[in-house]
T-cell receptor, first 114, second 114 residues
Framework: GENVEQHPSTLSVQEGDSAVIKCTYSDSASNYFPWYKQELGKRPQLIIDIRSNVGEKKDQRIAVTLNKTAKHFSLHITETQPEDSAVYFCAASNPPSGYSTLTFGKGTMLLVSP | DSGVTQTPKHLITATGQRVTLRCSPRSGDLSVYWYQQSLDQGLQFLIHYYNGEERAKGNILERFSAQQFPDLHSELNLSSLELGDSALYFC?????????????FGQGTRLTVV
C-alpha cells in the first residue's frame, strides 16, 4: 500500500518567516495530495490540495508543489503568523476502483513565534 | 462546522469492554472513513465504506468492526478494549467519487480506556 513520509516533525519559525514542509509518497498511482491543518484538540481541516495533473497551486499565503517524477510534494507558507501554529498533515490518495483512501504522513508541528 | 457529526465526544470505559462510536456524514456524502489518531502513530486509516459497502481496510484490528447503514450513518465497534486503544477516533466523509475526493472530518471521539 501507499506510504507517506513527512518532514520535519517539528518546525519553529519567527513570525513573518516562510515555512516549508516536505512529503514523499511511494505509490506512483496516487493522484490526489491534500494538506490538512489540525489545531490542538480540533478536527483536521483541509487547507489546500493538488492533483497529479498540476505542478503547483497557490492560495494566498499557502502554496503546494508536486513533483510526480520524484514522488514528493511540499507545502509552503509565506509570511507566517502565530495563528498558523498547528499540526500539518500531508496525505496521498490512491483510488482503487475510483474510490479514494487517504494515507497520511505523521504530521509536522509548526510553531510560529511572535 | 464540517457537517460531519460524531457521537459521543468523549468516552471513558474499562479494559475488556465494548463501545460503539457513531458518525453521521455530510448530507449527500456516500463515503465514510474511520481514522485513529494517537500521539505516536498520527492519523491511521482504519476502514472505508461507500454507500453501505466496505471498500478498503487499513490498520484495523480484528477486535474492531464497522458498518454503514442504509441512511449512510456509520458505526465503529471496538471490543475487548485495551489501554492502547485509547485515542482520538475521527470519522470523515466525502462524496466518494474520484473527481471530488476532499474528505471532511468530524470533531472526533476521544476514547479513554482505563
Amino acid at each position: 500500500g501507499e506510504n507517506v513520509e513527512q518532514h520535519p516533525s517539528t518546525l519553529s519559525v519567527q513570525e513573518g518567516d516562510s515555512a516549508v514542509i516536505k512529503c514523499t509518497y511511494s505509490d506512483s498511482a496516487s493522484n490526489y495530495f491534500p494538506w490538512y491543518k489540525q489545531e490542538l484538540g480540533k478536527r483536521p481541516q483541509l487547507i489546500i490540495d493538488i492533483r497529479s495533473n498540476v505542478g503547483e497551486k497557490k492560495d494566498q499565503r499557502i502554496a503546494v508543489t508536486l513533483n510526480k517524477t520524484a514522488k514528493h510534494f511540499s507545502l509552503h507558507i509565506t509570511e507566517t503568523q502565530p495563528e498558523d501554529s498547528a499540526v500539518y498533515f500531508c496525505a496521498a490518495s490512491n483510488p482503487p476502483s475510483g474510490y479514494s483512501t487517504l494515507t497520511f504522513g505523521k504530521g509536522t508541528m509548526l510553531l510560529v513565534s511572535p | 462546522d464540517s457537517g460531519v457529526t460524531q457521537t459521543p465526544k468523549h468516552l471513558i470505559t474499562a479494559t475488556g469492554q465494548r463501545v460503539t462510536l457513531r458518525c453521521s456524514p455530510r448530507s449527500g456524502d456516500l463515503s465514510v472513513y474511520w481514522y485513529q489518531q494517537s500521539l505516536d502513530q498520527g492519523l491511521q486509516f482504519l476502514i472505508h465504506y461507500y454507500n453501505g459497502e466496505e471498500r478498503a481496510k487499513g490498520n484495523i484490528l480484528e477486535r474492531f468492526s464497522a458498518q454503514q447503514f442504509p441512511d449512510l450513518h456509520s458505526e465503529l465497534n471496538l471490543s475487548s478494549l485495551e489501554l492502547g486503544d485509547s485515542a482520538l477516533y475521527f470519522c470523515a466523509s466525502s462524496v466518494g467519487l474520484d473527481r471530488n475526493t476532499e474528505a471532511f472530518f468530524g470533531q472526533g471521539t476521544r476514547l479513554t480506556v482505563v
